[in-house]
């Protein structure tokens, strides 16, 4: 009888063990990865496709387009989120409309089990759960209570000591948002593919000529859009 309680006991916990295991499971990430490069450092995250597929195409697309090129973090609350303006109005350049088209879009609200955690991105969104369009969060902390209520769909792969660069910028609360004092603008993005790290020279090229191109989109639109 003893016997049988303690092999009860032992299959129990061995239970317990393997559903935090599961509960813990990081997603995997896909091979590709995007860098926001920023007047405080570079910030490069991946994506998590078999968690929230819809999402990841919708703002992997807005990438390529370079819809967040001159975007800008409209809100920065320390050991909370820093989170990026939808590209419809948050952009200091004027939009094409390809990149109208696909910034308007509103994708589907796809809650998961993954946990927000510092480093993971989360799509923002209004009361309704399919009003996601293109403004996300970077965790700064911890955040249960978003939990299975905003979309996680990748995290930071590198550039956690900008995330730390961005947490100490002066900021001002407006209603129930914590936002920067100054404009935190990012100044152009580019993505690469980890299974091409053959590409090392060339992405150092294309950053820069992608900085290069950002002056002259500033100085187009300070000389077009005073």
């Keep these: 009888m003893e016997n049988t309680r303690i092999l009860i006991l032992g299959l129990a916990c061995l239970a ?3 559903v935090a295991k599961a509960l813990s499971h990081e997603p995997e990430l ?5 860098v926001f490069q920023t007047s405080y450092g570079d910030i490069e995250f991946g994506f998590y496709p078999t968690v929230a597929p819809k999402t990841v195409d919708h703002i992997f697309k ?18 909370f989120v820093a989170q990026v303006a939808d590209v419809a109005s948050g952009r200091s350049a004027p939009m094409n409309e390809e990149q109208r ?18 480093g993971t991105l989360s799509m923002g969104r209004y009361d309704d759960p399919n009003s996601a369009q293109s403004s996300f969060s970077m965790l700064l ?20 000591e900008t995330l730390s660069k961005l947490e100490e ?3 001002r609360r407006e209603g129930i948002f914590v936002m920067p004092t100054e404009r935190i603008t990012i100044l152009s993005t580019y993505y690469y593919d980890t299974k091409n790290e053959s590409c ?19 100085r187009q639109r300070m000389k077009c859009f005073p």
Excluded at 62 to 79: M, P
Excluded at 141 to 160: E, I, M, N, S
């Design 141 to 160: 902390g911890d955040a249960p209570h978003l939990d299975r209520q905003y979309a996680v769909f990748g995290k930071v792969t590198k550039g956690d």
């Design 16 to 18: 317990i063990i393997s």
């Design 101 to 118: 088209i696909e910034a308007e879009k509103k994708i589907v609200g796809e809650f998961s089990d993954v946990k927000h955690v510092r």
């Design 200 to 218: 090392e020279e060339e992405r150092s090229v294309l950053k820069r000529r992608l900085q290069a191109s950002f002056v002259e989109v500033e």
């Design 30 to 34: 896909g091979s590709a990865r995007v």
């Design 62 to 79: 807005l990438v390529r387009l370079g819809g967040y090129n001159t975007n800008h973090f409209f809100r920065v609350d320390k050991g």
């Design 169 to 171: 910028v002066p900021t």
